[in-house]
Structures are given as structure tokens and as C-alpha cells.
């Protein structure tokens, strides 16, 4: 995280990857993670992990890896949880996605059965072929972004440091409209239940609100 002097803080402690979707692009990730850390892959097409930086001119010969020269988490000390709108388990979802073979899957099928989702927010308005059955519910979207914020401070007390991730299906094309002007705005239309405001805008509206970052992995 930067200082306010503009330097970058070495990547200490436990990092929480909280990923919003735990389907095709979460399990994916995650498994490979997996399977990294006990050696049966190579994190073939990361940049962090395999990537080089050249440093000075091509005559230096200065090539570096990226994770030795930027202060990154070690992939063992990566932590994951999240939400998903269905209650299976990381192995069953993974299963159900289908882009990684069944051998995977079994070698590391105890670990991501471990993994369990909390409710999700949705709204089948935002995103019309999918129909949710693992969800919060709360009297307004300002109730339901509050317990988002509850669930990153419960997970926050187990690591170091959090990052929220969003791996959801593509909801439908919205405006911009007046509530997302100013964050007293878009605070009142979470209360008002503007319909403006799709879950997308909940998961990123409760992690800066923590004070964490929030990234999109679809």
C-alpha cells in the first residue's frame, strides 16, 4: 500500500482474496493457485509469477523476475473466501464449470471443498438468466451493503490485508445517473433503493468503504 511519501510497503502477513462470483473465472483461479503452491503446475501465463522486468539498457543484461523486484505476496501466504449466489462448495462449482479437467480437480478437491461461499448479492433485474438461491436479503440495497462491509471486516480479522475482486457475470448496460455524482448521492440512493445501483456498485461501494481495494478479475 502507498505511503504518503509515495514509497511502496513490503507485502507482509496473510493477503485475503475475496473474489463476488465463485463460478468459471474464481474457480479457475483459485485452483490454480492451488496447484502452484504443491507443485503440480506452473503459474504458466502469470506476469507476477513469471514475467520478467529489464532494468537499464539491453547491454546490462538486467532481466530480473517481476515478484523479486516488486514487494508482491508470496503465493503461500494468499488466503480466499467469497460469495456466490449458489451454495456449492469451491469443488462442486469448479466441477460445474468445467474448465479444468477432472484429474485437477481431484488433487486438490479437499482443499476447495473447504471453500464455501457466503450469500451473495443479486438482483435478477441486472443480470436475467440466472437465478440466485444463495442470497442476502435485507428492507433496502443500503442493508445489503452493509453486510458485504460486515463480511470483509469478519474476514479482514483473519489476514493482514484484503483485496475484493469481482468475478460475477456481466450485468445488463446502465447509465450513469445522478446518484452516482456524489458519494452522499449514491449513499441516499442505496437507501431509496435506486435501480440504478446493481450489485456490482454494492461489492465496490463496501470495499472502499473498508478502505479496500477493489478489483475486476471477469
Known amino acids: 500500500m502507498p505511503t504518503s511519501k509515495?514509497?511502496?510497503?513490503?507485502?507482509?502477513g496473510k493477503l485475503?482474496?475475496?473474489?463476488?462470483?465463485m463460478g468459471?473465472?474464481?474457480t479457475t483461479l483459485i485452483a490454480g493457485v492451488e496447484a502452484v503452491r504443491r507443485g503440480l503446475a506452473k503459474p504458466i501465463g502469470s506476469v507476477t509469477q513469471m514475467g520478467t522486468i529489464r532494468l537499464g539498457k539491453r547491454t546490462d543484461n538486467r532481466t530480473?523476475?517481476?515478484k523479486e523486484f516488486v514487494p508482491l505476496a508470496d503465493l503461500n501466504d494468499v488466503v480466499f473466501t467469497?460469495?456466490?449466489i449458489f451454495p456449492e462448495d469451491m469443488y462442486e462449482a469448479a466441477a460445474h464449470a468445467a474448465v479444468l479437467d477432472r484429474d485437477h480437480l481431484q488433487s486438490?478437491?479437499?482443499?476447495?471443498q473447504a471453500i464455501k461461499p457466503m450469500p451473495a448479492v443479486f438482483d435478477q433485474y441486472y443480470v436475467k438468466r440466472l437465478h440466485g438461491t444463495h442470497v442476502k436479503t435485507g428492507k433496502s440495497k443500503c442493508d445489503l451493503a452493509q453486510q458485504v462491509r460486515a463480511d470483509i471486516q469478519k474476514f479482514r480479522s483473519q489476514v493482514d490485508r484484503v483485496v475484493v475482486i469481482w468475478c460475477g457475470s456481466t450485468e445488463i448496460f446502465l447509465e450513469p445517473a445522478p446518484c452516482h455524482a456524489t458519494v452522499e448521492a449514491f449513499e441516499k440512493a442505496l437507501v431509496d433503493n435506486d435501480p440504478a445501483i446493481a450489485p456490482s456498485q454494492i461489492y465496490a461501494y463496501a470495499a472502499l468503504k473498508e478502505g479496500v481495494p477493489f478489483a475486476n478479475g471477469a
Open 24 to 26: 468459471a473465472v474464481a
Open 64 to 66: 530480473p523476475l517481476v
Open 108 to 112: 486438490i478437491k479437499p482443499f476447495l
Open 16 to 21: 485475503g482474496v475475496m473474489t463476488v462470483g
Open 82 to 84: 467469497g460469495w456466490d
Open 6 to 12: 509515495g514509497s511502496i510497503q513490503p507485502a507482509k
